[in-house]
Nanobody
Framework: QVQLVESGGGLVQAGGSLRLSCAAS?????????MGWFRQAPGKERELVAG????????YSKDSVKGRFTISRDNAKKTVYLQMNSLKPEDTAVYYC????????????????WGQGTQVSVYS
């Protein structure tokens, strides 16, 4: 059983930056999982923001965050990151990290393990 704990959320002014971290435990094979960051805004469905493959050599980002958000991972630290720059009020949401054991497209949304989420609030 993989446990995921997010951190780094907070309140930030538009144009600012935040770096989210997600630490994994309960597995010695963190590098066997594709990792993803999702978000859910009030009244909206959860959406995939970014994904990264096992080695970190390939990433995916949704169009609205391309050029602003960067996903990365450190397998030795069992941690995945989401660097968020040029934040906008519409980025306000609870951000979740997730782990997926199946190899496949980074656009997939059927993840196996989920964190509890961290709130990101952007004010103008």
């Amino acid at each position: 059983q993989v446990q995921l704990v997010e951190s780094g959320g907070g309140l930030v002014q538009a144009g600012g930056s935040l770096r989210l971290s997600c630490a994994a435990s309960g597995t010695t094979e963190f590098s066997n999982y594709n990792m993803g960051w999702f978000r859910q805004a009030p009244g909206k469905e959860r959406e995939l923001v970014a994904g990264i493959n096992r080695s970190g050599s390939s990433t995916y980002s949704k169009d609205s965050v391309k050029g602003r958000f960067t996903i990365s991972r450190d397998n030795a630290k069992k941690t995945v990151y989401l660097q968020m720059n040029s934040l906008k009020p519409e980025d306000t949401a609870v951000y979740y990290c997730a782990a997926r054991s199946l190899i496949g497209t980074l656009r997939a949304t059927d993840y196996d393990y989920w964190g509890q989420g961290t709130q990101v609030s952007v004010y103008s």
